[in-house]
């Protein structure tokens, strides 16, 4: 092992070129090991944000297949169109709700209904509480199938669990007083009502409202207030013209009392239902799946919903995509860079290696004897490198994250404002930004955890010699065809 | 009947053109307890037989055996590995180790193991004049005839039957060389070795117990005794 012992001579007596040599290998080290720690942060990262955000699945009807039968019978019958929704069965929705990977699940049923014995929160424009003049749009629920407009004072949200009603869940909504939907109130008429709604009209929990049918206005309900919420949403700018588009005239009840003032025929049905996944990855298993069920899908579809989890991903995608680039290119350019560098100093060391190889020293322990002092080099700058890695990593990572998020928001926005109603992937509800629901979505990519583990050092060793090695061994090549003669020769 | 160490068998060698070579066929024995040494004038090939002597170089024709075996076959760096110590006319030391260093590298090199190393070291050191002080000095802090003491320690050092050494004095003063003579000599006959030098210096070569003479490629022999 006499060539060890003489590696560590030279690199003592060359202490400039180690020192140089040093300095390269600790920045390599660097970069590669913070473009490893990100990427590991940024899959870990990701892989939590999966988990916690899930996706989500909605079972709702086809409405291009029950547009496109429409337009078929349409054109063998004339007379108006008729758009004709079929509800969901709940029989459907369990069947599919038994499935693997399904979390929980809420049932969506919409209807609008007119306030009987309390007034509603007026929209600037509209006359108040007889507002039938008024609010004759298209109101939610408003029986499709029959055509033409309903006039309505409320919306009426029939959910399973408000909690995971879209407004509930995105934070948009929040129980202030009371509790929400639950799954057992099915079957019982109970309402959550908005905060405003319930103080214009000295209404509190325990209380109860009567509301009709906008259908029939002989279907009435009496509905006990279980709950107040507050919101934040601003509505859209139809709200200014109707009022049940105003997010204060929302009222959530049970599915079951929403069927109710829909009418009979919807006993037993809902309009969609949404099912969380206990993981975004589980997704497309979850539809392969869902598609065995006997459930239709001629007339209705699922609709995997992982757009949050796209976006919110996306940019610790990208800086993990970043973070791999820089490990390659770094570790290919270090590897070249100290190639040259071993190269030049073989070059430079000719005369040495002749001298050795004519007391009869092997060309192997020749190269051997420029691994080690690379070799060496590279433990030190491995060392070195990991006490500086984390710091660096860590600015690095954040910096990368942050200006992908930033970007990610601006096109986010960008594609928002040019959607049709302002409404955007992510369910942002009325006058919600989109800066808003991505700040609020994002939190949890917000900033990378970035920690240099063993594992990540262990890699970068592994990296580190196999660069030194390399770097090493290549130019050593050159040593095998050296003649001693010819090298003393020269140099002489 | 004595057995040769090396052996030159029908060796020809030249440089560019085989019509013209340095030497032709050449047939020459070498052996133990025998200080050889080569002369000739400039350009007659004294340094290229010496490179073929210690395996820096191998014959363009004919073969060269150690003990009985070709050095060809036995591969050039095995051969000097084992078996032969070179001193330099340019010394040759390594220029960033110490003189110790330089003389411990090639006794690790060559495998040639004595208890207490350094202590070894030292001694033939001091035997050639090199202090300890400044046998623990980089070699390029020495002068050029104090190299050429620590360049031919190191061969003395290694412990192979042959050593060859082109003009191993011609850095060094009258007393010094006379000194370092006196040492190869010993080196051959009270430790039975084989000592090939090349020298200029017709007083070396008298008291060489061989004197070969390189002129025109012809190899003339003279024997002292």
């Known amino acids: 092992m006499n060539f060890i012992k003489r590696a560590f001579w030279s690199m003592k007596a060359k202490k400039g070129k180690t020192l140089l040599q040093l300095v390269i290998f600790t920045v390599i080290c660097v970069f590669v090991l913070s473009g490893l720690t990100i990427q590991s942060a940024a899959k870990a990262s990701s892989e939590l944000a999966r988990q916690e955000l899930g996706g989500s699945v909605t079972l709702q009807v086809d409405r291009e297949a029950a547009m496109e039968q429409q337009r078929s019978e349409q054109s063998e019958t004339e007379g108006p169109p008729q758009f004709t929704s079929t509800p969901i069965s709940l029989d459907d929705a369990a069947s599919i709700a038994a499935l693997d990977h399904v979390n929980s699940y809420n049932y969506s049923v919409s209807a609008s209904a007119n306030a009987e014995d309390f007034d509603i929160i007026e929209s600037s424009t509209s006359s108040v509480s007889d507002s039938s003049e008024t609010n004759s749009e298209q109101a939610p629920g408003g029986d499709q199938g029959r055509g033409g407009m309903v006039q309505a004072d409320l919306t009426v949200n029939g959910t399973l669990t408000s909690d995971e009603a879209d407004s509930f869940s995105d934070g948009e909504a929040e129980i202030v007083d009371g509790r929400g939907i639950e799954a057992s109130d099915a079957g019982s008429n109970v309402a959550v009502i908005e905060q405003t709604l319930a103080e214009e009209n000295d209404l509190a929990v325990g209380d109860t409202i009567t509301i009709s049918s906008s259908n029939d206005e002989d279907t009435t309900q009496e509905l006990e207030i279980v709950g107040i919420y507050e919101t934040s949403s601003a509505g859209s700018d139809q709200a200014m013209n109707f009022s049940f588009l105003n997010p204060y005239n929302t009222v959530y009840v049970p599915y079951t009392a929403a069927n109710t003032l829909k009418g009979e025929e919807y006993t037993d049905t809902v309009e969609s239902v949404t099912y969380q996944m206990d993981d975004a990855e589980n997704i497309d298993a979850f539809l392969r799946t869902a598609e065995k069920t006997d459930v239709d899908f001629d007339v209705y579809e699922l609709d995997a919903n992982d757009d949050l989890y796209q976006q919110m991903v996306g940019p610790i995608e990208n800086v993990a995509s970043f973070a791999k680039n820089i490990v390659y290119l770094v570790t290919v350019a270090g590897a070249i860079i100290l190639a040259l560098i071993v190269m030049l100093s073989i070059r430079e060391r000719k005369y040495e290696m002749g001298v050795l190889m004519a007391i009869g020293e092997s060309k192997w322990k020749l190269a051997g004897q420029f691994v080690t002092e690379i070799v060496v080099t590279a433990i030190v700058a491995i060392g070195l490198s990991s006490l500086f890695g984390n710091p660096i990593a860590n600015v690095l990572g954040n910096q990368l994250l942050d200006q992908q998020t930033t970007a990610s928001a601006e096109a986010a926005s960008t594609s928002m404002q040019q959607g049709p109603g302002g409404g955007g992937p992510m369910g942002g509800g009325p006058g919600q930004t989109v800066s808003d629901v991505f700040s609020q979505s994002s939190d949890a990519v917000r900033s990378l955890n970035i920690n240099v583990t063993w594992e990540n050092i262990l890699l970068l060793g592994g990296i580190g010699l196999a660069v030194a090695i390399i770097s090493a061994l290549i130019p050593s090549i050159s040593i095998l065809r050296l003649q001693p003669k010819n090298i003393l020769t020269k140099q002489e | ?225």
């Open chain 2, 1 to 225: 009947m004595k057995t040769a160490l090396l052996s030159f068998k029908n060796v020809s060698y030249w440089y560019t053109d085989k019509e013209n070579p340095l030497f032709q066929s050449v047939n020459i024995d070498f052996y133990k307890n025998t200080f050889y040494t080569i002369t000739g004038t400039s350009g007659s090939g004294k340094t290229t037989f010496l490179s073929l002597a210690g395996g820096l170089d191998k014959p363009r024709e004919g073969d060269i055996e150690y003990d009985g075996k070709s050095i060809r076959k036995m591969g050039l760096g095995k051969f000097r590995h084992d078996y032969v110590s070179i001193v330099f006319q340019s010394y040759n030391l390594i220029p960033y180790m110490t003189a110790y260093q330089n003389i411990a590298s090639a006794m690790a090199i060559t495998g040639t193991k004595v208890e207490n190393q350094e202590d070894f070291i030292l001694k033939m050191l001091a035997k050639v004049g090199i202090s300890e002080e400044q046998a623990k000095q980089r070699v390029l802090t020495l002068s050029g005839g104090q190299q050429q003491r620590v360049a031919i320690t190191r061969a003395f050092c290694c412990d192979t039957e042959l050593i060859v050494a082109d003009e191993p004095t011609g850095n060094l003063d009258d007393e010094t060389s006379k000194d370092i003579l006196k040492l190869f000599i010993d080196l051959a006959h009270q430790e039975n070795k084989c000592v090939i030098m090349v020298t200029h210096d017709p007083q070396i070569a008298a008291q060489s117990d061989v004197n070969i003479q390189l002129s025109n490629g012809s190899f003339r022999m003279l024997q002292h005794v």
